[in-house]
């Protein structure tokens, strides 16, 4: 059996598509943000997710109505949210082994946003799904920071308390997306140095997407699956994932809406990136912090 996969990075960097494609290989199930690590026990969960009601909470209760249902309808929602109610004292880990039971013998891929937005919640991502392997993604930090501001539901989160996005070298602070982009890789970094190296593997968004069937097999390759032909085309055809497309009117989300309008994956070339210069989303001319840049060339980035 196959060890279920987590990806992480931080918002707006390919993960969503990433997570997509690898969930469609035989031998995985891709689930829909799950975001457990939001709470150690399910009351937890649903304490910070406004009663299960906000898109944080969808992804878990349309997973559940699938595996249980075979489907994803407003009835099943409300029974799956019925049931997390009336289970505040059951762990996030054991709900989770349930999913895995459920689809068994495949080996869930996941990927919320959450797990990055503490520095413990990697480790409770640990403890949630025991012996998972990890692909830290990466984005170039202007593409990346660009398509946060662009986005305005992304924009909204980075203002929120939970963005960790204000540049407080200022006065007052600025938002400023490349302080959440640090942060996030920043956390997992130091979440995967006490990891075992087998178990975590780190690639640059872009290289996925421009040559999808070679990054493909090897990331195939590392985990153990099979990277053969058949495995390579299902992964390349994300929107088949019964997750791929919103959800009923009581649970639409559990993914990026931009990936869930056009779920299909499109040709890709990357373009030169600068690291240099005035940020386009800031008004006052400063350029990306002296600790971005370094972290970004330690990923691979060059001045473009």
């Given at each position: 059996?196959?060890?279920?996969?987590?990806?992480?990075?931080?918002?707006?960097?390919?993960?969503?598509?990433?997570?997509?494609?690898?969930?469609?290989?035989?031998?995985?199930?891709?689930?829909?943000?799950?975001?457990?690590?939001?709470?150690?026990?399910?009351?937890?969960?649903?304490?910070?997710?406004?009663?299960?009601?906000?898109?944080?909470?969808?992804?878990?209760?349309?997973?559940?109505?699938?595996?249980?249902?075979?489907?994803?309808?407003?009835?099943?929602?409300?029974?799956?949210?019925?049931?997390?109610?009336?289970?505040?004292?059951?762990?996030?880990?054991?709900?989770?082994?349930?999913?895995?039971?459920?689809?068994?013998?495949?080996?869930?891929?996941?990927?919320?946003?959450?797990?990055?937005?503490?520095?413990?919640?990697?480790?409770?991502?640990?403890?949630?799904?025991?012996?998972?392997?990890?692909?830290?993604?990466?984005r170039h930090p202007m593409s990346a920071g660009r398509s946060?501001?662009?986005?305005?539901?992304?924009?909204?989160?980075?203002?929120?308390?939970?963005?960790?996005?204000?540049?407080?070298?200022?006065?007052?602070?600025?938002?400023?997306?490349?302080?959440?982009?640090?942060?996030?890789?920043?956390?997992?970094?130091?979440?995967?140095?006490?990891?075992?190296?087998?178990?975590?593997?780190?690639?640059?968004?872009?290289?996925?997407?421009?040559?999808?069937?070679?990054?493909?097999?090897?990331?195939?390759?590392?985990?153990?699956?099979?990277?053969?032909?058949?495995?390579?085309?299902?992964?390349?055809?994300?929107?088949?994932?019964?997750?791929?497309?919103?959800?009923?009117?009581?649970?639409?989300?559990?993914?990026?809406?931009?990936?869930?309008?056009?779920?299909?994956?499109?040709?890709?070339?990357?373009?030169?990136?600068?690291?240099?210069?005035?940020?386009?989303?800031?008004?006052?001319?400063?350029?990306?912090?002296?600790?971005?840049?370094?972290?970004?060339?330690?990923?691979?980035?060059?001045?473009?």
């Amino acid at each position: 059996m196959a060890q279920p996969l987590v990806l992480l990075g931080p918002g707006r960097s390919f993960t969503t598509v990433a997570a997509g494609m690898l969930g469609q290989h035989p031998e995985h199930y891709g689930m829909p943000e799950l975001n457990l690590t939001l709470g150690e026990t399910i009351g937890e969960f649903l304490r910070n997710t406004g009663g299960g009601r906000n898109g944080l909470a969808h992804g878990i209760v349309r997973a559940m109505a699938q595996l249980e249902y075979g489907e994803v309808t407003a009835e099943g929602v409300d029974e799956m949210r019925a049931f997390l109610f009336n289970n505040p004292g059951m762990t996030t880990a054991a709900l989770m082994a349930e999913l895995q039971a459920a689809v068994a013998p495949k080996a869930i891929v996941e990927k919320s946003p959450s797990i990055v937005a503490d520095p413990q919640y990697p480790f409770r991502q640990d403890q949630i799904l025991p012996g998972a392997n990890y692909l830290h993604i990466t984005r170039h930090p202007m593409s990346a920071g660009r398509s946060m501001m662009t986005a305005e539901w992304y924009a909204m989160i980075l203002a929120s308390p939970l963005g960790d996005s204000w540049d407080r070298r200022m006065t007052p602070p600025v938002l400023d997306p490349q302080v959440h982009w640090f942060v996030a890789h920043e956390r997992i970094m130091d979440f995967l140095d006490t990891i075992e190296p087998e178990r975590h593997m780190r690639i640059r968004g872009e290289d996925l997407l421009t040559d999808p069937d070679r990054w493909l097999k090897t990331i195939c390759d590392w985990v153990g699956v099979s990277s053969d032909a058949e495995a390579i085309e299902a992964m390349k055809h994300p929107e088949t994932s019964p997750f791929a497309q919103p959800g009923p009117e009581n649970a639409p989300w559990g993914g990026d809406p931009s990936f869930q309008e056009k779920p299909a994956l499109r040709p890709y070339t990357a373009k030169p990136e600068p690291l240099t210069g005035a940020l386009p989303w800031r008004d006052d001319g400063m350029p990306f912090a002296d600790h971005v840049v370094e972290m970004a060339k330690f990923f691979g980035y060059k001045d473009g």
